[in-house]
Antibody, heavy 119, light 111 residues
Framework: QVQLQESGPGLVKPSETLSLTCSIS??????????WTWIRQSAGKGLTWLGYVSPTGSPTYNPSLRSRLTITQETARNQFSLQLASVTAADTAVYYCARDRGVGDFDSWGQGTLVTVAS | QSALTQPASVSGSPGQSLTISCTGTSTDIGKHNLVSWYQQHPGKAPKLIIYDVTYHSPGVPRRFSGSKSGNTASLTISGLQAEDEADYYC???????????FGGGTKVTVL
């Protein structure tokens, strides 16, 4: 059974870099055609696709965040990570990692982690 | 690319049926059958319930069903139950610069 777990600071100061890690169990981050994805949800609002890293380590980003976002694969630890630079209060959200089976259907999700941007 | 359009809320009584619409364009929903639906209870992660327009995720009750016509996909809940009260989101795969579009979400209330 695939399990995902987000970890990282719950509070980040404005203008700093938000860093999160998603630990994967039950499947290798390099296997198959899965796209290892980050999604966020602002308070009381909907879901936004941020981007993913492919099994070969190639990232794809939401164009609205491309200049600030980095998603990387860490094969030795079977993890993938998100870094979002120059954060503002608008980046405050619950961040989810998820497995995309290839065409935008997310069959496994982490529990989500709340990140607040505040000084 | 804009988000997919869903009604903000729908409601029904136990045992009734209700349908949630998800409207996109000819470049996303209208172009293929790669539409999914998610159920999200408060404080929980979304859960995949329908994929490829009509297919059920394992363990999902058959009272949930999906369909599509043109640029609009729909999720129908038949025999509404109290535990179906949740937020529901649709998604569509796209060939554009955004890999997947989300709908704005629909809050289902069981009266």
């Amino acid at each position: 059974q695939v399990q995902l777990q987000e970890s990282g600071p719950g509070l980040v100061k404005p203008s700093e870099t938000l860093s999160l890690t998603c630990s994967i169990s039950g499947v290798s981050v390099t296997s198959g055609v899965f796209k290892w994805t980050w999604i966020r949800q602002s308070a009381g609002k909907g879901l936004t696709w941020l981007g993913y890293v492919s099994p070969t380590g190639s990232p794809t980003y939401n164009p609205s965040l491309r200049s600030r976002l980095t998603i990387t694969q860490e094969t030795a630890r079977n993890q993938f990570s998100l870094q979002l630079a120059s954060v503002t209060a608008a980046d405050t959200a619950v961040y989810y990692c998820a497995r995309d089976r290839g065409v935008g259907d997310f069959d496994s999700w982490g529990q989500g982690t709340l990140v607040t941007v505040a000084s | 690319q804009s988000a997919l359009t869903q009604p903000a809320s729908v409601s029904g009584s136990p045992g009734q049926s209700l349908t949630i619409s998800c409207t996109g364009t000819s470049t996303d929903i209208g172009k293929h059958n790669l539409v999914s639906w998610y159920q999200q209870h408060p404080g929980k992660a979304p859960k995949l319930i329908i994929y490829d327009v009509t297919y059920h995720s394992p363990g999902v009750p058959r009272r949930f069903s999906g369909s599509k016509s043109g640029n609009t996909a729909s999720l129908t809940i038949s025999g509404l139950q109290a535990e179906d009260e949740a937020d529901y989101y649709c998604t569509s795969y796209t060939l554009g610069t955004v890999h997947v579009l989300f709908g704005g979400g629909t809050k289902v209330t069981v009266l």
